[in-house]
């Protein structure tokens, strides 16, 4: 066997066990067990929850409310619908509606022990139906009880949650862990989310001392996904579900969500048809089996975080956080039983350990700098709705970024072997850099990753590094960052741990690659295709949570420990570079087919977003966009006096875009600006009843203070110092929003009612079948400028 030969079976049969571990179940049908969790009979909800955007205080999401009451009642939990205002602030924006939470239970046989909910959301962002995010989980969590119920009384109440107004700000969630006085009875929490329309669940997020619960966990699930490090990201990235609020109140459980086929996350593209029902299968029946152990037994104490990833296949090993420091320990034992084996053969002394180590550091920042070249050459923007076109596309920019990095570090192995290479190591990082810069712009990440690798090429290459100096070195570094994750975040320790044992494992049986066997191969090859089988779930799950390219690199760097053996050429095949250019070639190739293919297609529409928007009381008007237009939007809007330009209107959207239009006649918004006797401003806004929701935009040249809207408080909330601070509220019930300023005078306001029907002089066009109405498209706000009346004048 060649160790080329090696490398391509690593990677493809790494792949393939990584494909068929990802592929998620067949659904089950309708004639699945009674006590068996059925995708088909699930979808019987979903086709009537997500057949339309049906965002909070819509007439949509009312109509829904009314389904789902009457399924809850079928079930036999007695349901109510707990109405209640509720406030929620991120930044300088303000949420709020008038939330529905439905709560039914299946009463327990000891109705004083703590009870375990069931959660989901039941309304939608504007725009999608929502089939997955959440009819997906709202129709889990019926199918659940359905099956529980089949199974006796249990031994605690269950609650069925299912909350309103979450994609408005955790809306329902926030205010039944804030006022419910059920609340104080739920021990414990199951919320099952999505992010997208397919793909295997994942358990994602825990609360803090989650040793009990990992094993609850791996006891119960069924063909679980799941590992500490994503656990640990997720602690400390923005992202919110109504789990939040349960952590938030000192609740504990597990929080779930399928992230595949993002690109119908929070689209109109999300409906019943759309939805995987693998995806929906296999989070019901991973979640059942640990709801019924909740259900009909103890609940989980708290214990300490544990370290805990999935192993190859569905078991998943867990283990204390300390119990990391064994694992490097035993790597440190097999690294030096392989020197002990080296030692005569070859000879390593401190200075080409040292180029090993450099060979590494190198091999990872050439690999994050060509990531970050082949995404900007892709010519797609960052940001949710601009990723879009790679999201229509996303397997073939996954095999983009693979091409990349492979092509990094085999580019890192050929200089590594090769005479007098330090001018091309200084300068393919620093060339990769410049070249992301002219796609991109200034970017000073790729400018800093290309001038760190051309310092660490100048100060590593120049001489041969041979295989045992460059091997060692790789597992040098990897057990240095273990070493620093153990002591930092130990719960993340396994990801960086588990290679480094099975490269050092490799290093001790191979002899430290001294010696270039058959059986070195073998072993290699065999370790390889296990280790690149694991780290294939770690490189997709980063790519679908993040877009940022360079962190991709970090499985590609954990693989060095196995794939150094592989990757080095014999000294007959060093210096040539005819692999490392195929795998830029493949990667800059699918780049540029990217950046200059059209995505759009029946399945994968490009999205609108045409608003009309009307001031009554200025008589005037605007066709616009809150999307970057395509040639029918631009149509729309520049239909009437064709002079398309940025428009200065404090909706909350930075590039709104728009035309000149007829002003149709429309009353103002009733909005009535006002201050008491203590100088406390207040806003009180009555929507017309056909009203889906309303903005306020607020700007003051004095700080806003002790803000309340409908009475509630406004956490979270931070009043921008300078500019436009926002308040949306969902919904057409009445509203009074509450403030404290030094100079009311100088008070702006801008009231935006939003109805929703297109109301221009001329109707919308068809829609092209490769685009889709996106979020607040084909609807109208109706804009007002209310002012406080103008002071008393005294009496002569």
């Given at each position: 066997?060649?160790?080329?030969?090696?490398?391509?079976?690593?990677?493809?049969?790494?792949?393939a066990?990584?494909?068929f571990?990802?592929?998620?179940?067949p659904?089950?049908?309708?004639?699945?067990?009674?006590?068996?969790?059925?995708?088909?009979?699930?979808?019987?909800?979903?086709?009537?929850?997500?057949?339309?955007?049906?965002?909070?205080?819509?007439?949509?999401?009312?109509?829904?409310?009314?389904?789902?009451?009457?399924r809850?009642?079928?079930?036999?939990?007695?349901?109510?619908?707990?109405?209640?205002?509720?406030?929620?602030g991120?930044?300088?924006?303000?949420?709020?509606?008038?939330?529905h939470?439905?709560?039914?239970?299946?009463?327990?046989a000891?109705s004083?022990?703590?009870a375990?909910?069931?959660m989901a959301?039941?309304?939608?962002?504007?725009?999608s139906?929502?089939?997955?995010?959440?009819?997906?989980?709202v129709?889990?969590?019926?199918?659940?009880?359905?099956?529980?119920?089949?199974?006796?009384?249990?031994?605690?109440?269950v609650?069925?949650?299912?909350?309103?107004?979450?994609?408005?700000?955790?809306?329902?969630?926030?205010a039944?862990?804030?006022?419910?006085?059920?609340?104080?009875?739920v021990?414990?929490?199951?919320?099952?989310?999505?992010?997208?329309?397919?793909g295997r669940?994942?358990m994602?997020?825990?609360?803090?001392?989650?040793?009990?619960?990992?094993?609850?966990?791996?006891?119960?699930?069924?063909?679980?996904?799941?590992?500490?490090l994503?656990?640990l990201?997720y602690?400390?990235?923005?992202?919110?579900?109504d789990?939040t609020?349960?952590?938030?109140?000192?609740?504990?459980?597990?929080?779930?969500?399928?992230?595949?086929?993002?690109f119908d996350y929070?689209?109109?593209s999300?409906?019943?048809?759309?939805?995987?029902?693998?995806?929906?299968?296999?989070?019901?029946?991973?979640?059942l089996p640990?709801?019924?152990?909740?259900?009909?037994g103890?609940?989980?104490?708290?214990?300490?975080?544990?370290?805990?990833?999935?192993?190859?296949?569905?078991?998943?090993?867990?283990?204390?956080?300390?119990?990391?420091?064994?694992?490097?320990?035993?790597?440190?034992?097999?690294?030096?039983?392989?020197?002990?084996?080296?030692?005569?053969?070859e000879?390593?002394?401190v200075?080409?350990?040292?180029?090993g180590?450099?060979a590494?550091?190198?091999?990872?920042?050439?690999?994050?700098?060509?990531?970050?070249?082949?995404?900007?050459?892709?010519?797609?923007?960052?940001?949710?709705i601009?990723?879009r076109?790679?999201?229509?596309?996303?397997p073939?920019?996954?095999?983009?970024?693979?091409?990349?990095?492979?092509?990094?570090?085999?580019a890192t192995a050929?200089?590594?072997a090769?005479?007098?290479?330090?001018?091309?190591?200084?300068?393919?990082?620093?060339?990769?850099?410049?070249?992301?810069?002219l796609?991109?712009?200034?970017?000073?990440?790729?400018?800093?990753?290309g001038?760190?690798?051309?310092?660490?090429?100048?100060?590593?290459?120049?001489a041969?590094?041979?295989?045992?100096?460059?091997w060692l070195?790789?597992?040098l570094?990897?057990?240095f960052?273990?070493?620093?994750?153990?002591l930092?975040?130990?719960?993340?320790?396994a990801v960086?741990?588990w290679?480094?044992?099975?490269?050092?494992?490799?290093?001790?049986?191979?002899?430290?690659?001294?010696?270039?066997?058959?059986?070195?191969?073998?072993v290699?090859?065999?370790?390889s295709?296990?280790v690149?089988g694991?780290?294939?779930?770690?490189?997709?799950q980063l790519?679908?949570?993040?877009?940022?390219?360079?962190?991709?690199?970090?499985?590609?760097?954990?693989?060095?420990?196995?794939?150094?053996?592989?990757?080095?050429?014999?000294?007959?095949?060093?210096?040539?570079?005819?692999?490392?250019?195929?795998?830029?070639?493949?990667?800059?190739?699918?780049?540029?087919?990217?950046?200059l293919?059209?995505?759009?297609?029946?399945?994968?529409?490009?999205?609108?977003?045409?608003?009309?928007?009307?001031?009554?009381?200025?008589?005037?008007?605007?066709?616009?966009?809150?999307?970057?237009?395509?040639?029918?939007?631009?149509?729309?809007?520049?239909a009437?006096?064709g002079?398309?330009g940025s428009?200065?209107?404090?909706?909350?959207?930075?590039?709104?875009?728009?035309a000149?239009?007829?002003?149709?006649?429309?009353?103002?918004?009733?909005?009535?600006?006002?201050t008491?006797?203590?100088g406390r401003?207040?806003?009180?806004?009555?929507?017309?009843?056909n009203?889906?929701?309303?903005i306020?935009?607020?700007?003051?040249?004095?700080?806003?203070?002790?803000?309340?809207?409908?009475?509630?408080?406004?956490?979270?909330f931070?009043?921008?110092?300078?500019?436009?601070?926002?308040?949306?509220?969902?919904?057409?019930?009445?509203?009074?929003?509450?403030?404290?300023?030094?100079?009311?005078?100088?008070?702006?306001?801008?009231?935006a009612?939003?109805?929703?029907?297109w109301?221009?002089?001329?109707?919308?066009?068809?829609?092209?079948?490769?685009?889709?109405m996106?979020?607040?498209a084909g609807?109208?706000?109706?804009?007002?400028?209310?002012?406080?009346?103008?002071?008393?004048?005294?009496?002569?």
């Amino acid at each position: 066997m060649s160790r080329l030969a090696g490398l391509i079976i690593s990677i493809c049969v790494g792949f393939a066990i990584f494909y068929f571990g990802a592929v998620t179940p067949p659904p089950a049908g309708l004639d699945a067990p009674d006590n068996a969790f059925s995708a088909a009979r699930a979808m019987r909800d979903i086709r009537t929850l997500g057949g339309q955007p049906h965002p909070a205080g819509s007439p949509a999401n009312a109509r829904v409310r009314d389904y789902l009451i009457g399924r809850m009642t079928a079930l036999g939990l007695h349901p109510v619908a707990r109405e209640d205002d509720s406030v929620s602030g991120f930044g300088s924006t303000l949420s709020g509606a008038r939330v529905h939470n439905l709560i039914g239970v299946i009463p327990g046989a000891d109705s004083s022990a703590p009870a375990l909910a069931l959660m989901a959301h039941y309304d939608s962002v504007p725009g999608s139906p929502g089939a997955a995010d959440d009819a997906a989980g709202v129709a889990s969590a019926l199918e659940i009880v359905r099956a529980l119920k089949t199974k006796g009384i249990p031994r605690r109440d269950v609650v069925v949650l299912l909350t309103d107004g979450e994609e408005a700000g955790l809306l329902g969630a926030r205010a039944f862990f804030a006022r419910d006085p059920l609340a104080a009875h739920v021990g414990y929490v199951l919320n099952m989310e999505s992010r997208g329309g397919g793909g295997r669940a994942i358990m994602f997020e825990t609360a803090r001392s989650n040793g009990q619960d990992i094993a609850l966990y791996r006891r119960t699930a069924a063909a679980p996904v799941s590992n500490a490090l994503t656990v640990l990201i997720y602690r400390f990235m923005p992202n919110s579900t109504d789990f939040t609020a349960a952590l938030m109140a000192g609740k504990v459980g597990l929080n779930y969500a399928f992230i595949g086929r993002q690109f119908d996350y929070h689209s109109p593209s999300s409906t019943p048809a759309t939805l995987d029902q693998g995806a929906l299968q296999h989070m019901g029946a991973q979640v059942l089996p640990t709801a019924e152990a909740l259900a009909f037994g103890p609940l989980p104490s708290r214990a300490p975080d544990v370290t805990y990833a999935n192993l190859l296949g569905d078991a998943t090993a867990a283990y204390p956080a300390n119990g990391g420091w064994l694992l490097l320990f035993i790597a440190v034992a097999l690294i030096a039983f392989g020197l002990h084996r080296i030692r005569g053969a070859e000879a390593l002394d401190v200075i080409t350990v040292g180029r090993g180590v450099l060979a590494t550091l190198y091999a990872v920042l050439l690999t994050a700098v060509a990531l970050e070249l082949v995404r900007r050459a892709t010519g797609v923007a960052s940001g949710f709705i601009e990723f879009r076109p790679i999201l229509a596309q996303f397997p073939l920019f996954e095999v983009m970024m693979a091409a990349a990095a492979l092509a990094a570090v085999l580019a890192t192995a050929t200089l590594a072997a090769s005479h007098g290479g330090r001018r091309l190591a200084v300068a393919l990082p620093l060339a990769a850099a410049a070249i992301a810069c002219l796609f991109s712009g200034l970017n000073v990440l790729a400018i800093t990753l290309g001038i760190l690798g051309g310092a660490v090429g100048f100060a590593g290459f120049g001489a041969v590094i041979r295989l045992p100096a460059a091997w060692l070195g790789a597992l040098l570094v990897s057990l240095f960052t273990g070493v620093a994750v153990q002591l930092a975040a130990p719960t993340a320790g396994a990801v960086f741990a588990w290679p480094l044992v099975a490269g050092a494992a490799t290093f001790a049986a191979a002899g430290g690659g001294a010696s270039r066997s058959f059986l070195t191969l073998v072993v290699s090859t065999f370790v390889s295709i296990l280790v690149c089988g694991w780290l294939a779930a770690l490189f997709h799950q980063l790519l679908q949570g993040l877009d940022l390219a360079p962190i991709v690199a970090l499985p590609a760097f954990l693989a060095l420990s196995t794939l150094w053996p592989l990757l080095h050429p014999r000294d007959d095949d060093a210096g040539n570079w005819r692999l490392p250019s195929i795998g830029i070639t493949v990667g800059l190739g699918i780049a540029a087919y990217i950046h200059l293919h059209n995505p759009w297609t029946e399945r994968h529409p490009n999205s609108v977003e045409p608003i009309y928007i009307v001031e009554p009381a200025a008589g005037r008007a605007w066709r616009a966009s809150a999307l970057p237009p395509d040639r029918w939007t631009s149509n729309v809007i520049g239909a009437e006096s064709g002079r398309i330009g940025s428009l200065d209107i404090p909706l909350g959207r930075a590039d709104l875009v728009g035309a000149p239009a007829a002003a149709t006649a429309v009353a103002a918004p009733n909005a009535v600006l006002a201050t008491n006797a203590a100088g406390r401003v207040t806003l009180s806004v009555t929507p017309r009843p056909n009203a889906v929701g309303v903005i306020i935009a607020l700007r003051s040249s004095s700080p806003l203070r002790d803000i309340d809207l409908n009475g509630r408080g406004a956490p979270g909330f931070t009043a921008a110092k300078t500019g436009w601070s926002h308040i949306l509220w969902s919904g057409a019930e009445p509203l009074t929003l509450s403030l404290s300023t030094a100079d009311a005078r100088s008070l702006d306001v801008v009231v935006a009612e939003r109805l929703p029907t297109w109301m221009a002089a001329s109707p919308l066009p068809a829609l092209p079948p490769t685009d889709q109405m996106w979020s607040y498209a084909g609807s109208t706000l109706v804009l007002g400028r209310p002012t406080l009346p103008p002071p008393l004048t005294p009496e002569r």
